[in-house]
């Protein structure tokens, strides 16, 4: 029976295929063996499929077919050998190949095989540029072997369509252009020739001067992001009259000034200044994005959706790189380089999970670690974004920010199933473990102690041994991943509870300092999530009733609060597990996560001083986590849905990171750590 299906199939493929081909089709007789052993290997433009036949089997010819660009059969007979290049391919394109043995008059059943032609003509790597007195000297490195000769064009920034071409040796991987006009851009493309074309352009700029006359503290930014743009004095002594001119001819004078951009694309700043009697100038070009970051690209369980819930970003010590961990199935972490705004690396795990977990990194080795919503997966990954070791005697970390000692040497985790544990930070070794009892909802290093928060009680432990000094009941209900807040002389440690509650652990008597009822009361809506503390004292939070409230420092009164109305009354859920930030001027961010999202900036009397939102047309862009502030740049994450991806944006809104702040803010790292 097997035999005649097959021979069925046989009838059939050559019937629906013969009125494409233009040459005689053998008629599918007996049961013929089919090819063996099929593969595809992607060239450029080019697969070469190659098989084998059992021992036995002897056709006569191959048939290779497969469905071009059109839509079209393209056929092609070997005349015997197992082997066939099909050339003529677009490269990045999927190809489907079928080949069938020929017997004769007889055809066997066809066998296919998927390939994907991709192109060698690499382009030149490492184009640099050094630029000195009239010349300007290019270097390289050679992308491949079978690169036939290069070709470089060039033209300075007065006559761009005056272009000038000139052909390069296969082996040069530097040269020097000569007599070219100081002080004016020079834009160089090189392109690699092969012998099926040339490559991709590598691109770069240079300017021949007798000295480089500025320099620029970034030549990279967000709209409105500050430049510090510097004179050099130290080669232009004498210089006077120095002038910098902005896009809509701005002006400002002197030789050091600080300038943020708000138009996006490839802006021009004008030098001038003069020198010995006469005026010179410099043209200077500077790159604007939108944000600072702005991605929608992270990866995903088959066709779900990714973002991010119940995290905050947080940053390299260096504070040049942004981290955030996305939370749907693939619980993948996400370098950016907060100069260029662009993806770094990212480290997705082998195991998928969920994951509801803030991530710290380490202030002295730049380690990140974070966890997930399964026992067992909780993760040290390396600065350079490859696993260091994995923890797997915790629970679900769906509970609270992991902690680091000042020194980088022990990390502390507290696990939604009530462990405490010490961690090696660098061989991820455990080094203690205390059973709560309860699930932890903040870690607060401090001195040589360790505070515990739990949904019931404050628990302090020795942070080298985990034996427990001291447990004080709450008084209320400490809400989970939200960690504690720490007052500016350093004495309390500030949490947010369940029905409306702002509490405070005394650090030195390890006593409950007191709790103060901010919201109204409603046990269901009014859980207040991660406090900050500003400059002035008073400590902010966002609630889940869609309130904000500002408290005393000592718990006595509440300042004032703040509803987020967008129908007429506050919209429950609308600051869920918000983290927000404060900077040194009082001045308090945060956003409304539902149903679309505003984010506010409220000054230290509750006034709302900007509010904006991320496409907020789209309502599954809410926020269900936190934010992070550096250099002015307000960082935000947002959870998506099945439509779209979360977004993970960075604005420039100005002002100075604060000093104070939440633990998990405390520092750039978020190491829950007072130092």
């Given amino acids: 029976m097997k035999k005649i299906i097959n021979l069925l199939l046989a009838t059939v ?21 089919q090819v063996t052993g099929l593969t595809a290997t992607p060239g450029d433009e080019e697969v070469l499929l190659s098989w084998s036949m059992p021992e036995g089997w002897n056709p006569t010819d191959f048939i290779v077919y497969y469905t071009d660009s059109d839509s079209k059969t393209v056929t092609r007979r070997t005349g015997g050998p197992m082997n066939c290049t099909v050339n003529g391919l677009t490269n990045g394109t999927q190809y489907t190949f079928y080949v069938q043995a020929v017997y004769g008059e007889n055809i066997s059943n066809y066998v296919g095989i998927t390939g994907k032609p991709s192109t060698t003509r690499f382009p030149v790597t490492d184009l640099a540029a050094e630029a ?45 252009l000569d007599n070219l006009v100081n002080d004016k851009n020079y834009y160089f493309s090189l392109v690699a020739n092969y012998a099926k074309g040339t490559s991709e352009a590598a691109t770069i700029k240079a300017m021949p001067t007798q000295a480089v006359p500025y320099t620029l503290d970034r030549d990279k930014a967000a709209k409105n992001q500050p430049i510090t743009f510097t004179f050099n004095t130290a080669d232009y002594p004498t210089a006077t009259d120095v002038k910098w001119t902005f896009p809509g001819d701005v002006v400002k004078q002197g030789t050091v000034v600080k300038y943020g951009l708000g138009s996006i694309g490839t802006q021009t700043v004008k030098l001038s200044a003069t020198i010995n009697g006469s005026v010179r100038s410099w043209n200077l070009e500077v790159e604007i994005r939108e944000y600072v970051v702005y991605s929608t690209d992270w990866a995903q369980d088959g066709s779900n ?17 942004v981290y955030i961990i996305t939370f749907n199935k693939v619980a993948g972490l996400y370098a950016f380089d907060l100069a260029t705004g662009s993806e770094k690396w ?7 999970s969920n994951s509801y977990n803030m991530l710290t990194v380490n202030p002295v080795t730049g380690d990140i670690y974070y966890g997930t919503t399964t026992a067992g997966q909780f993760y040290a990954v390396t600065a350079e974004g490859q696993l260091k070791w994995t923890f797997t005697e915790a629970g679900s970390m769906q509970s609270c920010s992991p902690a680091v000692n000042a020194s980088g040497s022990v990390v502390y985790i507290s696990d939604a ?7 090696d930070a660098s061989s991820g070794s455990k080094i203690w473990s205390y059973a709560a009892g309860a699930k932890g909802c ?6 040589n102690e360790l505070l515990v928060g739990t949904t019931s009680n404050a628990i302090f432990l020795n942070a080298e041994t985990g034996a427990e000094i001291a447990k004080v009941a709450l008084g209320c209900t400490m809400v989970d991943n939200t960690g504690f807040a720490v007052s500016n002389d350093k004495t309390l440690a500030y949490f947010g509870a369940k029905s409306g509650y702002i509490g405070a652990v005394n650090l030195t008597s390890r006593t409950i300092h007191g709790r103060l009822l901010a919201g ?18 008073s400590v902010f939070a966002g609630s889940k009733s869609g309130e904000v409230f500002n408290v005393k420092g000592d718990l006595s009164a509440k300042n004032w609060e703040y509803a987020h109305t967008p129908s007429g009354t506050p919209l429950t859920n609308a600051f869920n597990f918000a983290h927000p930030c404060v900077d040194s001027e009082n001045r308090f961010y945060i956003t409304a996560g539902q149903a679309s999202n505003v984010s506010y900036i409220f000054d230290a009397n ?70």
């Fill in 13 to 33: 493929l050559t019937a629906n295929l013969a009125a494409c081909w233009t040459e005689d089709i053998p008629e599918a007789g007996a049961a013929r063996h």
């Fill in 132 to 176: 000195g007195n009239a010349y300007v000297t290019l270097t390289w490195s050679k992308p491949a072997t079978t690169v036939l000769s290069y070709t470089l064009s060039y033209y300075n920034e007065d006559a761009t369509g005056d272009v000038t071409e000139q052909p390069i040796d296969k082996d040069a991987t530097t040269i020097t």
């Fill in 305 to 321: 959706y990714n973002g991010f819930k119940g995290t905050c970003p947080v940053f390299s010590p260096d504070g040049k790189t």
């Fill in 346 to 352: 990212r480290y997705v795990p082998a195991a998928k």
């Fill in 417 to 423: 199933t009530g462990n405490t544990f010490g961690i």
């Fill in 442 to 447: 903040g870690l607060l290093v401090f001195a």
């Fill in 520 to 537: 109204g009361g409603n046990a269901t809506a009014n859980d207040i999530y991660e406090p900050v503390v500003a400059p002035n004292g």
């Fill in 606 to 675: 509750g006034n709302v001083l900007d509010s904006w939102s991320y496409e907020g047309s789209d309502t599954n862009q809410k926020q269900m986590g936190g934010n992070n502030y550096l250099d002015g740049v307000l960082y935000s994450a947002f959870i998506g849905s099945s439509s779209k991806n979360g977004i993970f944006v960075g604005k420039y809104v100005g002002g100075e990171r604060a000093s104070s702040w939440s633990t998990h803010g405390g520092d750039l790292c978020g190491s829950c750590c007072v130092k």
